[in-house]
């Protein structure tokens, strides 16, 4: 076996060197070496000599290192347990391994995350990896039953660095498919002490067993400036001659078209045969895979020639397993050759010629499968200069496209390199759709006030049920113990209705004063830019609750520039279970889906973007309804999330300070199996007991008098707007990963930006921090009082995108807050 000890030299030491980066491990290695890759995140990588991603290496070996884990876990499970596991690999560096963990393990089906998106199949899930390249991942089975089991679910990954990745997943998983055990298994585990600790308490705190299955087990030890060091060795070596150092880009001019160096075989792939487990791979397919690989194997022996010595088989990102198989079969069937296998990645890692560095050279090219987070560069390691006289590059259908094909793309890179260049192309496998379930042909009609809620009845119709006959208040402790520990979903419960003091109602009205003129401003530049942009009598659908204020002011803003009298509804969106489907159909029904336009208050980090972009999708997907547009449509757009907004300034929206009593009275939107059936609209509450403090028609009033004195000013600003470039960014997102890192939180759930959503951690959560950009001013008065009112340290930053960040209590019981609620120092 080729490890990462070579002549003498371990793969590592280059960096280890440089940067006084130590692994401690007995046999570490032998199974790893090191490089260096720009990412803020984490500075270093630890390339295996054994997964078959970065390094290529023989089949066998790589196959037999997953098989040994799932060997062991069958062993550690027993023979029952072992026939209900179901084995999850991570995207995309386990794949292959996940797959082969399952072989070891006889009878369980394989489900891969993924980072793209499929039409026709639903999001059973989602999660992030915090240190990775590109973090959002997706769960796409085909059967979504699968995941639903009370089975053991297997957790692979290639690594095991922090913990994170793995307790983000079971914190998504659990909440919708609670099991008892979990095992992860991993080839390295590289967690402290502290991240060991982290996830044995919280498997407590969820009263699952969480085994732990590894190769190899040891630590990395890091200088406290590695990250600082790190990039500063990137940039100087990226920056270096390439031909020197063996880096990045290849730059040979060809001297004939690559498709004249380029042989396809045609595998005959089974009929209907899943190409991985981006869908779900059950021991049936397994078995149909491996009575066709002789013959597959065969036909791309055929094509190869004779006196072939040395041959990669190449997958490609996410696709490891079939390229994998394919490559295993291939080296049984050539004995005299000897046989690699490796992987192209979306993964940028410097590249560094010395024996001492993991990855000595790099083919750079377009991504060829039109991913969903755009175009960008792919990569394959150590290929150029490997002496590989022929490649088999295997891709799925979804990748074989123009741009695999054209001048620089991976074809043309790996023509450079080897005489012979083979490509077969494997069925991108995508589910059949599910049929629609049957429902009631008729939905009832929108709520509206005075019955429910203190709008007017014409300002807003509520596509919701009530629940105000329901107790559903629980105290915010037992809220967030329980949201935190995965025994229940925030929307299954309210928070008490917070009653301000004095104080709190004085600083609103000073607010309310100070920000009318500039609230109006906002509404205008948003509302005129839906006009403009998306339709010229839109039908405006306001996200519950924080959003409402928001429609109607857009509405009032229409009625008083236009003339305009637009619809306007209420409905509910929740993170983690999507948007009210049966309101989607309602408002289908009724009005053309492409009229609509989604609103919301303003923008955190982003998730609620996405929760509706993926839910819009899944629900045209399954009922075949489409021509809604899921960009939404907000007042304020710090976190740079959308494109149609009325600023992207991050300051004191007044009716973020008060709950039910600035939003008719009415709660945040409830979902409970027990309360809201599948054919019934999310539920709220109306509070009519607090009538006496409700301030909702008093905040818009002041807003919609200060209309006459901005529209000239809204005129002008809105035609500069809609001819700049609004591009989203993302940054708020971006920020919000940095934030959880440095601050050892591990959850971007649990950090929310921006002077709203800190306002909201302050009154429904359990806080731990505030961070407070340095010289914020009047915005975050009412945020200082109730930080003082509830024990909440304020910190100032220097380098926040928002006015102010709210951090979640991250490791939350009640024995660590205390019996009132109040934040305590960890």
């Known amino acids: 076996m080729k490890n990462a000890v070579n002549n003498g030299v371990w793969s590592g030491t280059w960096v280890a060197e440089r940067l006084g980066i130590e692994l401690v491990g007995d046999g570490l290695t032998e199974l790893l070496g090191l490089a260096l890759r720009r990412n803020p995140k984490r500075a270093h990588l630890l390339v295996s000599h054994v997964l078959g991603k970065h390094v290529p290496q023989s089949p066998s070996v790589v196959y037999g290192s997953g098989l040994a884990l799932g060997r062991r876990v069958r062993e550690l499970l027993g023979a029952d347990e072992a026939g209900r596991a179901v084995v999850l690999g991570y995207a995309e560096t386990a794949t292959g391994l996940g797959h082969s963990v399952a072989d070891g393990l006889g009878t369980a089906p394989c489900l891969h995350s993924t980072r793209r998106p499929v039409p026709g199949v639903a999001r059973a899930g989602g999660f992030e990896e915090s240190h990775s390249h590109a973090t959002t991942h997706l769960l796409l089975p085909e059967n979504p039953a699968l995941l639903a089991g009370p089975g053991p679910l297997v957790l692979v990954d290639d690594e095991f660095s922090t913990g994170n990745t793995v307790l983000n997943t079971i914190r998504d998983l659990h909440a919708r498919y609670p099991r008892r055990r979990y095992v992860v298994v991993t080839l390295v ?162 590249a560094v010629d010395d024996p001492g560095y993991a990855i000595r050279t790099r083919l750079v090219f377009p991504a060829h499968d039109n991913p969903a987070d755009g175009p960008g560069e792919r990569y394959a390691y150590n290929v150029a200069g490997a002496g590989f006289d022929a490649v088999v590059a295997v891709v799925d259908s979804a990748g074989d496209t123009d741009a695999l094909h054209a001048p620089g793309g991976l074809l043309d890179r790996l023509a450079a390199h080897t005489p012979h260049v083979l490509l077969t192309v494997v069925p991108s496998y995508v589910p059949e759709p599910a049929p629609a379930p049957e429902r009631p042909a008729m939905l009832p009609e929108p709520l509206r006030g005075p019955a429910f809620s203190s709008y007017a009845p014409e300002e807003v119709g509520w596509l919701l049920q009530d629940l105000s006959d329901v107790t559903l208040e629980a105290p915010t402790e037992e809220r967030e113990e329980a949201i935190q520990s995965g025994g229940a979903h925030y929307a299954e419960s309210l928070p008490v209705e917070y009653q301000p003091s004095e104080q709190y109602q004085n600083l609103f009205h000073q607010a309310l004063d100070v920000s009318a003129a500039r609230i109006a401003h906002a509404v205008g530049m948003v509302t005129e830019s839906v006009i403009a942009e998306r339709s010229p009598r839109p039908v405006l659908v306001s996200l519950a609750r924080a959003g409402t204020p928001v429609g109607i002011l857009m509405r009032r803003w229409a009625q008083y520039r236009h003339g305009l009298d637009l619809p306007h509804y209420a409905v509910s969106i929740v993170r ?251």
């Open 576 to 826: 983690g279970r999507g948007i009210d489907a049966n309101a989607l159909r309602w408002l289908a029904a009724h009005h053309d889906p492409a009229d609509i336009v989604f609103v919301d208050g303003w923008t955190g980090k982003g998730a609620i973007t996405r929760e509706l972009a993926q839910a819009i999708e899944k629900f045209e997907t399954q009922e075949g309804i489409t021509g809604f547009d899921p960009e939404i449509a907000v007042l304020a757009d710090p976190g740079s999330c959308v494109r149609t907004y009325g600023t992207r300034e991050d300051f004191l929206i007044p009716s973020a300070c008060l709950n039910s009593t600035v939003s008719g009275l009415i709660s945040r939107t409830v979902l409970r199996a027990d309360l809201v059936g599948p054919h019934d609209f999310h539920g709220a509450k109306f509070y009519r007991e607090l009538a006496g403090a409700d301030l909702s028609n008093a905040f818009l009033d002041a807003v919609a008098a200060r209309y006459p004195e901005v529209a000239d000013t809204v005129d002008t600003a809105v035609k500069e707007l809609l001819a700049s470039d609004r591009t989203p960014t993302w940054a708020g997102w971006a920020a919000v990963e940095r934030i959880s890192e440095e601050y050892g939180i591990h959850d971007v759930n649990l950090v929310k930006p921006g002077v709203g959503e800190t306002t909201r951690v302050l009154l429904r959560r359990v806080p731990w921090k505030i961070l407070a950009r340095e010289g914020a001013g009047a915005d975050l008065d009412h945020v200082r009082l109730l930080a003082e009112q509830r024990g909440v340290p304020v910190e100032e930053a220097g380098d926040l995108p928002y006015t102010c960040v709210g951090l979640i209590h991250p490791r939350y019981t009640r024995g660590a807050t205390g019996a009132d609620g109040k934040a305590v120092t960890l």
């Open 189 to 350: 585990d590289m967690r402290s002490p502290q991240d060991t600790a982290r996830l044995e308490d919280f498997a407590r705190e969820i009263g699952a067993r969480v085994d732990l299955v590894a190769a190899a087990k040891g630590t990395v030890r890091l200088p406290e400036d590695v990250l600082d060091r790190g990039q500063e060795l990137v940039t100087r070596y990226e920056h270096a001659d390439p031909g020197a150092r063996g880096t990045a880009r290849e730059t040979t001019t060809h001297p004939q078209p690559p498709h004249d160096r380029t042989t396809r075989v045609d595998l005959r792939w089974p009929h209907g045969l899943p190409d991985g487990g981006r869908h779900g791979f059950t021991p049936a397919h397994r078995r149909r895979l491996d009575a066709a690989l002789p013959a597959m194997a065969a036909r791309l022996a055929e094509a190869l020639h004779r006196d072939v010595r040395r041959v990669l088989v190449l997958g490609n990102e996410e696709l490891m397993y079939t390229p994998l198989k394919l490559a295993r079969e291939l080296e049984h069937l050539l004995p005299s050759a000897e046989v690699r296998f490796s992987t192209t990645t979306r993964s940028p890692v410097l």
